[in-house]
């Protein structure tokens, strides 16, 4: 039953966009989804370190999961805001591309992007008082039975390994669907690029985090924290593999 309505969920996505997340996995190889608790159902929160936009690829073509991505509002404001966000802050800032590269690549990256980004139906996130939009638009996604997709990493130095911290606003949305009477479950999860290993963790409620922690920051940085634990857990795996195949060989 929760499959079916899974499928139901995930169905709304256009024709075109499905048929062109196929063309995708030529570039996004399929990983392999763990889980140290429940499968994600629908209905909940989920985090994740940002690895580039492998981790949200990988999420969107292979999870088959009812989903909807929060993103920076400029890459969901038109071709023009999409191109200068993306070629001076996403290649240039974060990923240290050169800005002439970077600019360059655009021209061709940022219509394709820009065509992406309308098929996913992407949630806006904004840094003042229209955040209230984002809260209510993820609130109505929640309540459709969709999962709401957060990649919280703070990213000034790039996309680290070991991340250097969550910019805190999926706590003030978690708290306001309690507010609204969901107690909504909480998944923290980390995208391993070389192992192809998406690892996520047991769902905890955001009720039970706001009796354990007493601000907003602590809850941020407990779950930042939790994503870190699960990073090293992928690469302790990764080790655990070579070892065995090295055994294996021998």
């Known amino acids: 039953m929760e499959k079916t309505k899974d499928k139901q969920v995930i169905s709304k996505r256009k024709w075109w966009f499905r048929c062109l997340k196929k063309m995708m996995k030529v570039r996004y190889k399929k990983p392999e989804f763990k889980y140290?608790?429940?499968?994600?159902?629908?209905?909940?929160?989920?985090?994740?370190?940002?690895?580039?936009?492998?981790?949200?690829?990988?999420?969107?073509?292979?999870?088959?999961?009812?989903?909807?991505?929060?993103?920076?509002?400029?890459?969901?404001?038109?071709?023009?805001?999409?191109y200068k966000y993306q070629s001076k802050v996403y290649f240039h800032e974060k990923k240290h591309w050169s800005l002439f590269g970077a600019r360059m690549f655009c021209l061709i990256a940022s219509p394709l992007t820009n065509l992406f980004y309308k098929g996913l139906n992407l949630i806006s996130t904004y840094p003042d008082g229209r955040f209230k939009t984002t809260i209510k638009e993820s609130l109505e996604a929640i309540k459709n039975g969709e999962n709401i997709v957060v990649f919280p990493e703070k990213s000034d130095n790039g996309y680290q390994v070991t991340l250097d911290g969550f910019y805190g606003g999926f706590v003030l949305f978690a708290e306001m669907c309690k507010k609204n009477g969901i107690d909504l479950p909480i998944y923290v999860s980390y995208f391993n690029k070389q192992s192809k290993v998406y690892l996520v963790d047991a769902p905890i409620l955001y009720s039970t985090l706001a009796k354990d922690y007493a601000t907003r920051e602590e809850i941020t940085k407990k779950l930042c924290d939790r994503c870190n634990e699960l990073g090293q857990m992928t690469y302790k795996m990764m080790e655990d593999d070579n070892t065995t195949k090295q055994s294996v060989e021998k």
């Open 36 to 82: 140290l608790g429940e499968e994600i159902s629908t209905g909940g929160l989920i985090i994740s370190n940002h690895e580039g936009t492998d981790a949200p690829m990988s999420f969107e073509i292979y999870s088959g999961k009812p989903v909807r991505f929060w993103g920076a509002y400029q890459m969901n404001s038109g071709l023009v805001k999409m």
